[in-house]
């Protein structure tokens, strides 16, 4: 699992197009309140991969950079795009953030098969590309879709490719209705046990989703998609979002043995603080010591 972790990149080397995170030949993993920007080609992708769930988290804008070989050999095309789902099964993405992101919102091979509920995605489509989502793989439920200043005169929510839509809403920048995005196919049963209607999830997620407290970076996707502005492309310097943060670390505390597990917890716990050993110890709930304090910390840090 990977919860609470925010990753912004800073330069991007000619024709080596990074990716943001590439889960590969993985199996059972859950990416949870993560922020991922500066990405160039796919920000968040899998392969071959199975029982995957990518949630609350935030696809922050990706370069627009003269980085994929696209760029150079197929007519000077951008790559900035959301996630690419090829034989990947089994495969949950819900209440996350797509802002800034052209297209691939996600794009699902016709070997994988993914859901994508919940989601918010804002500014897609550009002078390349046409729409959000597709994919012959993809099933999206109640997704809220909104444009943005690089919208194309004809942009699409979801292809009709997919397996299925239901449920889902399409605005303009302005708040006002946006291009259709009908139901179609048989949405059946869902692994997301509690869905919500697009209109509350489109609140959930500009509250909750990314790295928790939401730096400069994610701030501003989220002032963006609610006021209809920004452009794709990663337009802010990195570093003066970083300028931008004022979130104060606490004081460190009291740790004699350096293991992650601050004396006072431990103590509570049962736990010897001149120990260095027992943050690794698993408990009865199939998590290290350590993996508890971890998500005790995080569950202070939700709404």
Excluded at 109 to 129: L, R, T
Excluded at 168 to 173: I, V
Aim: contains cysteine; positive net charge.
């Amino acid at each position: 699992m990977m919860r609470f972790m925010r990753f912004r990149g800073t330069r991007i080397h000619l024709r080596n197009d990074p990716g943001g995170l590439l889960i590969w030949h993985a199996r059972n993993v859950i990416v949870d309140h993560c922020s991922f920007a500066g990405a160039c080609d796919e920000t968040i992708s899998a392969s071959n991969a199975k029982n995957i769930t990518i949630q609350w988290t935030g696809f922050d804008e990706s370069r627009k950079e003269k980085a994929h070989s696209d760029y150079f050999n197929n007519g000077g095309q951008w790559h900035n795009y959301g996630g690419l789902y090829s034989h990947a099964k089994n495969v949950s993405i819900h209440h996350c953030l797509f802002a800034h992101q052209s297209k691939r919102n996600p794009l699902v091979d016709k070997n994988s098969f993914v859901e994508a509920v919940n989601n918010v995605i804002y500014n897609y489509s550009n002078s390349q590309q046409t729409w959000g989502a597709a994919g012959e793989g993809l099933k999206v439920a109640n997704c809220y879709f909104k444009l943005g200043p690089d919208r194309r005169k004809r942009p699409i929510p979801v292809h009709n490719n997919v397996i299925a839509v239901k449920g889902c809403l399409s605005k303009d920048r302005d708040g006002l209705p946006g291009p259709p995005v009908d139901d179609f196919g048989k949405i059946g049963q869902l692994n997301l046990k509690t869905v919500v209607v697009a209109e509350q999830a489109y609140r959930d997620v500009l509250l909750s989703a990314g790295a928790l407290p939401h730096d400069a970076t994610s701030t501003r996707m989220v002032r963006e998609t609610r006021n209809g502005t920004g452009r794709q492309g990663y337009q802010a310097d990195i570093d003066a979002d970083r300028a931008l943060l004022k979130i104060r670390s606490p004081m460190p505390m009291k740790d004699k043995d350096n293991d992650g597990l601050p004396d006072k917890w431990e103590k509570t716990q049962g736990l010897n603080p001149a120990d260095v050993t027992d943050s690794i110890q698993i408990t009865k709930s199939g998590y290290t010591h350590l993996e508890r304090y971890c998500h005790e910390r995080v569950e202070n840090l939700l709404p």
